[in-house]
């Protein structure tokens, strides 16, 4: 068998896997992942689990006539998570590690810099960690909501080679291929685009979330890290073998050749703006150039509530999207300068502050 070239991939099992016939965890198409994880890992290959189904895992423990409202779903999770657990456990002489996670986690620098330690020592120490999403605490605010999106900020967050989706299809299709018999697989994506995301249609079966289109926003977050992204068919054993021939069983995206920085891609693709400061239209050009930064008489407003160390969203008055960046200041102070751009205070606060965003700080965004 040929070594294969990744030092660390995020593996995605989607819930159709875990549950397939929605009667609780099955071993059936687990199996052969499991096998597969084992044999990354005998070839020094740093395996990370991001493991969908405790909603479709816990589901045959609550009524089926009942509805499922989201107190319902949470508590299916609550209780599948665990059957899922002690079922990946049981399939390996090795540990593994559960760790449950919301985009309160993640997009909290701190908590973030938390969590990518913890996976570090997880590997280290040869414990194979299995993450998913905590859905008996999220709300909306808090949730990322599907895991295409959340095993992509993993991947980003453990410096992964591969991120590996593996679902319920054979790859991406020009249209969806459960409503077209004539649709089309597409072995290759060199670049997400508009054209991309309109293929991409909604979950088919009772228990998927999110369906195409959140695993191609996967797909391009980790192939903005220099993470090359594959969709793959989870149900069928050849996909496994494929893969350790060094085959594309499905679909792959290729990595971007000039890849984000980690913290300028956590700032883009994970972190919230707390706030936004708009700031005149021509600011644009200064934002790209080498001195990019921002000072108090170039704010036309602040809107929000934020702290020093918040994300925020800099605006041009157009209303475009110019930058995501770290606040030096805190609105309420940046709204005392707003109103005051002249007031020697101002000007002496800035000096010895330096300026509101500093160009170390600033995650350029696509205009839109
Ligand atoms: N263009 C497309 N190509 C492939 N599958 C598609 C496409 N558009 C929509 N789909 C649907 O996406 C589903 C996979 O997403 P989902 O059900 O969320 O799976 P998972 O539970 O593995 O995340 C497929 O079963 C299919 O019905
Ligand atoms: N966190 C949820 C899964 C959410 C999700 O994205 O599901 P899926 O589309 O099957 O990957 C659960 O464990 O049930």
Redesign the pocket.
Known sequence: MQKLNWRRIVLKV???LIAPDQDGCRSRYLLTIAQFIVRCRSQGIEVILVS?????AGAHLFPAQQERTVVMKKAM?AA?QTEMMAMWDRFFDFPSAQILLTHGDLRDRERYQSIRETVFTLLEHGVLPIM??N?TVTTDDLKVG???NLSAMVAAAADADALMIFSDVDGLYDKNPNLHDDAVLLPEIKSIDDSIYAMAGC?TSA????GMKTKIEAAEKATSHGITTYIINGFKEKTFTQLLEGENPGTIFLPYEKPMQEAVHWMTHTANEQGEVVVEGSFDESLEGETGCIRGDEIVAVHGEFAVGDTILVRSNDGTRLAKATANYSSCLLNFIADNEQSEFSDKMQDSIGPVISEKDIALLEKS
Not at 207 to 210: F, K, L, N, R, W
């Open positions: 989607g819930s159709a969908s189904g405790s909603v479709a999770a599948g998913n999403e859905d599907d895991n295409d979950a228990v998927g979330t999110g």
